[in-house]
């Protein structure tokens, strides 16, 4: 009986061709980095209802609710155009990711060392110079559906450029600066208030958009004041006010997933 079964896995490993491993490795890439992709874009939710739907409209054929039943099959029977419509932004992401090569290759973790090192120096610059602002370092939820976008700029990290957007005579001083994979993203962004009534009264305006942003997303997010001419660092709804170089250098190697000395 066992050398019988040993000879039958022997004989159905013999009819898998390296072309087979091949196409099997291809789908569980793409299969994983679209999994990767509807985290970041915080679809899981949708794609959730979508399966309540799919099991109610089971469930309406296996109890006979004819009405219910057909209004879900209509539905189910033009899901490719809903899907289209549903997720157009997170497919034009997703192409665009394809188009630039991220989808299958990391990000360079030279190139991300060195944007965290001129983030890091940026906005400890900024602070040194009594200048005022908010700086987002995206993470693996897209903050678009939270924050009331600003201007455009998908520049490189640089620190005198950090510290160039928030000299007060800018233009684009007021609003966070976002960094989305490893660039500027945009600027002047508005972030949303946090509406936790336990936050100490004396916290600003710009305090409390830092922490409602993180409250809803997994953001990290710095405040630079230019009051005290410190750094805060918010993550989680929580705030550490007067944090030091070292501390803002940790947290972004953190979030870029780099190895920090």
């Known amino acids: 009986m066992l050398p019988t079964l040993f000879e039958n896995i022997i004989f159905l490993f013999s009819q898998i061709r390296l072309a087979d491993f091949f196409d099997i490795i291809l789908v569980w890439i793409i299969v994983y980095r679209l999994l990767l992709l509807v985290q970041k ?4 939710q949708m794609l959730s209802g979508l399966a309540v739907l799919a099991i109610t409209y089971l469930a309406s ?17 033009n899901l490719f155009v809903i899907a289209v419509i549903l997720f157009q932004g997170e497919i034009r992401r997703a192409l665009a990711h394809i188009g630039s090569g991220a989808f299958f290759t990391g990000q360079n973790r030279a190139q991300d060392t060195q944007v965290a090192e001129e983030l890091a ?36 990290v640089s620190s005198e450029l950090i510290t160039s957007i928030f000299h007060p005579t800018s233009p684009i001083h007021d609003g ?26 004396n916290l600003g305006t710009r305090h409390r958009a830092a922490i409602g942003l993180t409250e809803e997303t997994d953001a990290l997010v710095f405040v630079i004041s230019e009051e005290y001419q410190s750094v805060g660092l918010v993550q989680g709804g929580h705030l550490r006010p007067h944090v030091e170089l070292s ?3 940790f947290a972004i190697y953190q979030a870029f997933g780099l190895k920090h000395d």
């Open 121 to 156: 120096k940026g906005i400890m610059s900024t602070a040194a110079r009594g200048y005022g602002g908010l700086v987002v370092v995206e993470k693996d939820i897209l903050v678009d559906n939270y924050i009331e976008n600003g201007l455009d700029l998908d520049s490189k």
């Open 61 to 77: 054929q296996g109890l006979e609710l004819y009405t219910l039943n057909w209004l879900l099959e209509k539905f189910f029977s």
């Open 176 to 201: 966070a600066v976002l960094i989305r994979q490893g660039r500027i993203h945009s600027v002047s962004n508005v972030l949303p208030l946090s509406k936790n009534p336990a936050l100490d009264k």
């Open 41 to 44: 874009t915080g679809t899981a």
């Open 247 to 249: 501390d803002v250098r």
